[in-house]
């Protein structure tokens, strides 16, 4: 028999935002699989270190940063392998992924070559967009707004053109798209109605009003705005 490979969200960065089912899985396993980025430290385990018991087998995807996909198709590709052999040796495995494994998760691309040939189980995670709404107390939808989510690195035309046609708007993904971002909100006249969020949750959390950012954003950082008035009122 093979084992069974759980997708799980670790949620935002806090520890204590994970659920009990993410928890209890972690402590209980034999294998665990997470990404890092360019040899650096995963972030994926420093939410789960607590839990992760002595003697535990890690298997460590190193996705190169990288505008190129082949260089991190190759690292998914390997871990996926790796995480086969555990499964077929009858070993369950836990693949720890920040925030939520199908929301911008790194887990989708392990599902993606897995699924079909393996039990695959997945526990969703509080997201960064629920995360950072609630650290910078910004409700995002109510009763029939249409929440949009955007990526940053989308080009400058596209980006104006979606956030001019929606309602309530999350920018994730900023990082070296800020100046961009700005540009694009000042434009259209909606500075004053959009949020700057960095590291929600962790201890180096950053919430601002958008005008008073930082020039550079890191990866982990997002903008929330919304237009209308507050129809929760």
Known sequence: MTGTL????LGP??????????????EGAAVIAYPTLAGGDSFA????????????????????????????????DQGAADIAAALDAGQDVVCLCEGDPFFYGSFMYIFARLEGAYNVQIVPGV?????CAARARMPLAARNERL??????????????RIDGAESVVIMKVGRHMAKIRG?????????????????????EVVVPLADAPE????????????GADPWL
């Open 6 to 9: 759980y997708g799980v969200g």
């Open 148 to 161: 949009t989510v955007l990526p940053g690195p989308l080009p400058e035309d596209e980006l104006r053109a």
């Open 184 to 204: 694009v909100i000042d434009g259209l006249g909606l500075t004053d109605r959009a949020k700057y969020v960095e590291r929600a949750t962790l201890p180096q």
């Open 13 to 26: 960065g806090a520890a204590d935002l994970m659920t009990l089912r993410a928890a209890r899985l972690i």
């Open 127 to 131: 997201t960064s967009v629920t995360a």
């Open 45 to 76: 385990r420093s939410i789960a270190a607590d839990l992760i018991a002595d003697g535990t087998q890690e298997i460590v995807m190193d996705v190169p940063m990288t505008v190129e996909r082949a260089p991190a198709q190759a690292a998914y």
């Open 216 to 227: 550079k954003a890191p990866y982990f950082s997002m903008i929330l705005l919304t237009k």
